[in-house]
């Protein structure tokens, strides 16, 4: 029995790294998930605002921002398309990139991951679409 000390510490030495990035890892997937939402959200909002105004892309592209509190978006991550000039359907596309916590799991996949949303509506205005 005396040839067992110190095992416990030396067994949580070799586990314990891998347990941190582990809970690393699972915060990381959190995050993606709830960012993953909210840009779905974004670009849900986005559609709903151009069915009613299509007509003016910079004030789609202004309520997508709005309505995404959590990343800031910036204006060139959402575009605004017309599937056909003129259209009765608009499309929003919502990018972002998350950064990752993780350093093991960010030099695996790159540091980042995309996160993008695409949303087609109807038009319910009588306005013309016009994409960005």
Do not use: W
Not at 21 to 31: E, K, P, W
Not at 57 to 79: G, N, Y
Not at 93 to 121: E, H, R
């Amino acid at each position: 029995m005396s040839n067992d000390r110190g095992t416990s510490t030396l067994e949580l030495a070799f586990v314990a790294p891998l347990l941190f990035v582990l809970a690393l890892g699972i915060v990381d997937m959190g995050r993606a998930l709830a960012l993953s939402v909210t840009v779905s959200e974004a670009a849900q909002e986005g559609v709903i605002f151009a069915g009613h105004d299509p007509s003016d892309p910079d004030a789609i592209v202004s309520r997508v921002i709005f309505s995404a509190t959590d990343p800031k978006l910036e204006p060139d991550q959402v575009t605004v398309t017309c599937l056909t000039a003129p259209s009765d359907h608009v499309s929003v596309t919502v990018d972002y990139q998350l950064d990752l916590m993780t350093p093991l799991i960010a030099d695996l996949v790159g540091g980042t991951v995309d996160l993008s949303k695409t949303v087609t509506g109807e038009i319910f205005s009588e306005d013309p679409c016009v994409g960005s």
